[in-house]
């Protein structure tokens, strides 16, 4: 069995959540993006700019040798620019990414385990979060307990109540 740990997410891990947003973006067949065209795209760049604000938190999975494999994290995004899962002001949206190799492994799960433990205790009610349809992080996203609560044109926006 593939071993990891979960960490908390530090200021220098920007760059790495930068390359998970890639993943995020790119996660189905023949769905390949450049990094450099992700990352300068408003849509993408919003999740990662500026990282680390006042209110962004995050967890990073390192593999045994200490490199890491999957982040999640949220960020508190105002209504004038909002991401794709935006559901209100103060409610997090979640952002998360497994390198491919990882998924299936548990990265994923463990990520968005920590994450909405944080956020629970940080005071927050609700944590959101946009997946592509047909996008089999969905089944993740259901049986960790988000819901469907908005579609829209190929994707849906899903919330989990964390209290």
Known sequence: MATFRIRPAAQADGAFLGDMVVEAANWGPGAYRPKHQVLTA???SRYVAGWMRPSDAGHVALDAAGEPIGAAWYRLLPRSDPGFGYVGTG???LII???P???AHGVGRALLQALAQQARTE?????SLSVERGNFAATLYRSEGFAVTQSGIGRDTMVKRLR
């Open 97 to 99: 990414g497994v390198r």
């Open 123 to 127: 005071g927050y009610a609700r944590l």
């Open 91 to 93: 409610v997090p949206e």
């Open 42 to 44: 408003s849509e993408h």
């Open 101 to 103: 190799i990882w998924r």
